[in-house]
């Protein structure tokens, strides 16, 4: 049985009730330290759109997803999409098209907003 003042065994088990005065505001500050970081929102990088360098027709199904998406996030009109992508089909929504599978990205179904430009999609 341990006795009211027998302090060492308590101590090396770790019990921070027998902790020296000049830890505990170490540990509390670690403490709010560590809460403080887990409950800081994450910070949102502003959205940039750059333009497109090169504005010329890609005449094939389209290869290079990441310049296709850059282009999609100018927002372009349908018309625009046509003339960057003349070989692309566009399928506008309630567009009826046949189900074919295609994995060439040669058809794109488009996803618009309320201005009737394009934000969206996907090949099918």
């Given at each position: 049985?341990?006795?009211?003042?027998?302090?060492?065994?308590?101590?090396?088990?770790?019990?921070?009730?027998?902790?020296?005065n000049?830890?505990r505001?170490?540990?509390?500050?670690?403490?709010?330290?560590?809460?403080?970081?887990?409950?800081?929102?994450?910070?949102?990088?502003?959205?940039?759109?750059?333009?497109?360098?090169?504005p010329?027709?890609?005449?094939?199904?389209?290869?290079?997803?990441?310049?296709?998406?850059?282009?999609?996030?100018?927002?372009?009109?349908?018309?625009?999409?046509?003339?960057?992508?003349?070989?692309?089909?566009?399928?506008?929504?309630?567009?009826?098209?046949?189900?074919?599978?295609?994995?060439?990205?040669?058809?794109?179904?488009?996803?618009?907003?309320?201005?009737?430009?394009?934000?969206?999609?996907?090949?099918?």
């Amino acid at each position: 049985m341990i006795g009211l003042h027998d302090h060492s065994s308590r101590t090396q088990r770790g019990s921070t009730a027998m902790m020296p005065n000049r830890s505990r505001p170490l540990v509390a500050a670690c403490a709010l330290v560590l809460l403080w970081g887990c409950a800081a929102p994450p910070e949102e990088a502003p959205v940039r759109v750059l333009p497109i360098e090169d504005p010329a027709p890609v005449r094939k199904p389209v290869a290079d997803l990441g310049r296709f998406s850059e282009f999609i996030a100018t927002r372009p009109t349908p018309g625009e999409l046509r003339e960057r992508y003349p070989d692309l089909m566009v399928v506008m929504p309630g567009q009826i098209a046949t189900k074919e599978f295609r994995t060439d990205n040669s058809r794109y179904f488009v996803a618009l907003d309320e201005q009737g430009r394009v934000i969206g999609g996907r090949f099918q």
